[in-house]
């Protein structure tokens, strides 16, 4: 999969058609950067506000971030080609330690909003330290 853009455009209301992996009956979502010029972004259910993620732009913290989308998601998206992905990868703050989720990022098609959260056959962590500069497992 190609590197998408360098930020994430206003994309607003996001639509998960079988909802996120725990929460499928949820599928209206609003994406919203906290602050402009961050890699940082809330992903708000517009369906019940006591549920949301933060999430990030991964590309610029993990430059060796690579992935192959199956052939289904592509398709599920209707994506027709990587220019109109976004990916978003779910950060999660536990004890003092900050994570991303690597191994299932959220991808978003810019074009009809459609988004997914696809679990990679990749070898990722899920919870991968977000100071680590590689996102291979054990990188540093």
């Known amino acids: 999969m190609k590197k998408t853009a360098n930020h994430v455009p206003e994309i607003g209301k996001?639509?998960?058609e079988e909802g996120i992996p725990g929460f499928s009956h949820l599928q209206f979502f609003q994406l919203m950067q906290e602050e402009f010029g961050t890699p940082f972004y809330?992903?708000?259910?517009?369906?019940?506000?006591?549920v949301a993620?933060?999430?990030v732009e991964p590309f610029e913290l993990f430059t060796d971030y690579q992935?192959?989308?199956?052939?289904?998601?592509t398709k599920d998206l209707r994506l027709a080609d990587d220019t109109s992905l976004v990916v978003l990868n779910i950060v999660t703050s536990r004890q003092g330690s900050i994570t991303v989720n690597l191994k299932a990022p959220i991808v978003?098609?810019?074009?009809?909003?459609?988004?997914?959260q696809v679990i990679?056959?990749?070898?990722f962590e899920v919870q991968h330290s977000f100071l680590k500069k590689s996102a291979k497992p054990g990188g540093g």
Do not use: C, G, P, T
């Open 42 to 50: 809330l992903l708000q259910s517009m369906e019940d506000d006591s």
């Open 67 to 73: 992935f192959e989308l199956k052939a289904q998601v």
């Open 108 to 116: 978003i098609n810019i074009e009809n909003r459609m988004a997914k």
């Open 53 to 55: 993620f933060w999430v």
């Open 14 to 16: 996001v639509y998960f």
């Open 120 to 123: 990679l056959d990749e070898d």
